[in-house]
């Protein structure tokens, strides 16, 4: 009897190891853990799986992503650009170098992380350059006008507030904005989304699809220049401790 126990318990073993030593390591699933709030529970994970894969990319891409310390993250991701050029994670790693670089105020270093993403991985999901929605429409003014509206003195137009864009502006086309988050699930955008416009902010949401990837985007704001959106940026930093980015339209 106790044999026939130990032979099961031997095989069970067997077929444990076998399940852990086969295949990869299902990162997404934790990624999207990690984007629903689960971090400690993908922490917990993280000590066997960076010892059962060892120097396995998506691995060492999700350790970058549990990384509080942005500079210690940032060696992270490099190492994986630096590494495994061709794996599935080395765009993610790089695209993830760029929020870092804008985050800190090193744009030079930020622009030259986007500039080798577009380079070196055309066609991720985070190169594309048809990034930013189409414009919304701008309302259509009435033809017939009050009979005193021609006497009236011309009101002055008022600037669009910096940290409050609420729309389209009409004289100026819009060239900037904010993306606040991308997520690999809609229900994930579509929370961040809602949590700008309680707050009074415009905001949209972009699909992309790239490799079968899809990427969501939610992007807040509209502004005349850089420096307007790179002030927002910080605000947005420190009011929802989100690294914002800065997008050209």
Known sequence: MSSRIAILILLGMTGLYAQSSTGEPDIRRRLEMVERGQGEAVKAELSQLMTTYQNNPGVMYLQGVLTTDGTEAAKIYQSVVDNFPKSEWADD?????????????????????????????PFSAYASEEEAPPAPAKPQTTQQQPPQAEQAPAEPVQQPAVLAPKGPVEKYPTVYTIQVGAFSTMANAEELKKRFEKEGYSSNIFTMTRDGKKLHKVWVGEFQNIDEARRFAGEVKKKFGLDAIVYSR
């Not at 695209?95 to 986007?114: D, N, P």
């Open 93 to 121: 790693a790089l695209y993830r170098l760029y929020q870092y670089y804008t985050s800190v105020g090193l744009f030079k270093t930020a622009e030259q992380k986007m500039a080798q993403l577009k380079l070196e991985y």
